[in-house]
């Protein structure tokens, strides 16, 4: 097995960490809140606090943040105003009944540098993009989606990449999502076909869920990673044929996983994925724990596609529609993966009948001289 798994505890707070340690190594974490009843303020002390003592444990540089927030409007503001790498803060209340969560993502040679616009790169070709909020102008949720993946678009072009080419991972955090995903859909879909992505090409893996930043007037909000280094021969498209269905079949465009041939490592990043069959069908419509095996299930053969296991899982996020399930899901969760870091969140899915979504980064060690290492 490649990847470590530990946990810590702190006055106020825990941690949960996977570790790869082959070549640059790299770390992901969760830090989660302890005192439920505590005010925003304290737990978010007590999770910063545990943050700061991960980093200098695990003796990496942050290159990505995520802040999971009960109340973004309110509560975004009081977080640190320098990151210190890329950034995303967006409300999706975590369901352990605290306050806050953060996923942070460590390398040991993060030498990410702030670009500006939310987007930061490394001399690599490496790109996070995490919070654009003065570039991007609010609007409804078709402009914004296109205006979001165009901005990256002419950020890549300028490094000598391309949309198509170089973004491996997108997220899109949807107001009100059952009103406004159309919107994601649409703006998406014009823009991918002015680059080149279609049917017959390929997409982006992506997860395009309920979630929303602190300005009430955006409607969307966009995280994405990109390397402008990648050449086509180390990106493989992961489809899951007997257990799901083409995306574009239901009018979306996106992958349901990609991986990543490098150097050292093969990294394979899952979208969001339900509970769904290879005809595009709602499996066990409106029960929670069928849902959860399926939607599992799905994930297992994308996985094993890869050529990676569940053991190779860096960290997953669970989306639920109703906080009801979170007993069932979070025992389903803890029983299967207890060392896995992870956060189950208040998320509403993109298609009201999928109770459940889960997204999840997997890295393997592997050895192809012929790739530059990660």
């Known amino acids: 097995m490649d990847m470590r798994y530990f946990t810590r505890h702190y006055d106020g707070a825990s941690a949960s960490v996977a570790v790869f340690d082959t070549g640059r190594a790299e770390a992901h974490a969760f830090i989660h809140a302890d005192g ?46 320098v990151s210190g790498c890329a950034t995303s803060v967006i409300q999706q209340p975590p369901l352990d009944g605290t306050k806050v969560g953060l996923l942070l993502i460590c390398q040991a040679d993060g030498s990410f540098r702030d670009n500006g616009n939310g987007l930061w790169a490394d001399s690599r070709g490496r790109i996070w993009a995490g919070d654009n909020d003065r570039s991007i102008a609010a609007a409804s949720s078709e402009t914004m989606t296109g205006d979001y993946l165009e901005w990256l678009a002419d950020e890549l072009k300028e490094r000598g990449a391309s949309l198509k080419d170089n973004c491996v991972r997108t997220w899109f955090f ?6 406004n995903y159309a919107g994601v859909v649409k703006g998406r879909n014009e823009v991918f076909g002015r680059h080149g992505l279609t049917a017959d090409t390929h997409f982006i893996a992506s997860t395009g869920i309920a979630g929303q930043c602190a300005d009430t007037s955006r409607t969307v909000a966009f995280n994405a990673f990109a390397d402008a ?15 799901l269905n083409p995306t574009y079949e239901y009018g979306v465009a996106f992958e349901r996983a990609t991986r990543v041939d490098y150097g050292d490592r093969r990294q394979i990043y899952i979208s969001g994925t339900a509970s769904i069959d290879n005809k595009g069908n709602i499996v066990a419509p409106g029960d929670i724990t069928a849902q959860t095996d399926r939607m599992l299930e799905n994930i297992g053969v994308l996985l094993a596609e890869g050529d990676c296991e569940w053991d190779d899982v860096a960290h997953m996020i669970v989306y639920l529609r109703d906080v009801a399930d979170y007993d069932i899901v979070s025992r389903i969760f803890e029983r299967r993966f207890p060392s896995v870091p992870k956060i189950l969140v208040l998320a509403p899915v993109c298609r009201p009948g999928w109770l459940i979504e889960t997204e999840c980064i997997a890295i393997k060690q592997q050895s192809l001289p012929q790739y530059a290492a990660f």
């Open 36 to 81: 439920r009843s505590c005010p925003f303020s304290h737990q978010l002390k007590a999770l910063l606090s545990a943050a700061e003592s991960v980093v200098a444990e695990l003796d990496m540089q942050p290159v990505f943040k995520r802040y999971f927030l009960s109340d973004a409007t309110n509560q975004a503001v009081e977080l640190p105003a």
């Open 229 to 243: 280094s990648l050449k086509p021969e180390q990106v493989t498209f992961l489809y899951g044929k007997t257990h």
């Open 174 to 179: 949807v107001r009100d999502v059952d009103c």
